[in-house]
């Protein structure tokens, strides 16, 4: 099993940044894909970020591209996502999942955490 906590959340202006992280437990993390994920309310959970396991390869999400960027550091188990020029319509709860390959569904996911951009 694998645990997943995000944090990092919060209030921003639009325009402004925000930090998330997603800190994992259980077992070994180097072996996972990681991705991020995010849903407002009354709405379907989109794709934001996934990196490989390797911290080389990462894709985005067109909605977020050049403004998001997602990293990971292994020795500490954690994967991070860097939220640049937030926009009202950023507003969601993010969450994020590990998968073992491209083609491996997401198996383990956190609970999330809330970011909320204002204009």
């Known amino acids: 099993q694998v645990q997943l906590v995000e944090s990092g959340g919060g209030l921003v202006q639009a325009g402004g940044s925000l930090r998330l992280s997603c800190a994992a437990s259980?077992?070994?993390?180097?072996?996972?894909?990681m991705g991020w994920f995010r849903q407002a309310p009354g709405k379907e959970r989109e794709f934001v970020a996934v990196i490989e396991w390797s911290g080389i390869n990462a894709y985005y999400a067109d909605s977020v591209k050049g403004r998001f960027t997602i990293s990971r550091d292994n020795a500490k188990s954690t994967v991070y996502l860097q939220m640049n020029s937030l926009k009202p319509e950023d507003t969601a709860v993010y969450s994020c999942?590990?998968?073992?390959?491209?083609?491996?569904?997401?198996?383990?996911w956190g609970q999330g955490t809330q970011v909320t951009v204002s204009s």
């Open positions: 999942a590990t998968k073992r390959s491209h083609y491996s569904e997401y198996e383990y």
């Open positions: 259980g077992r070994t993390f180097d072996i996972y894909h």
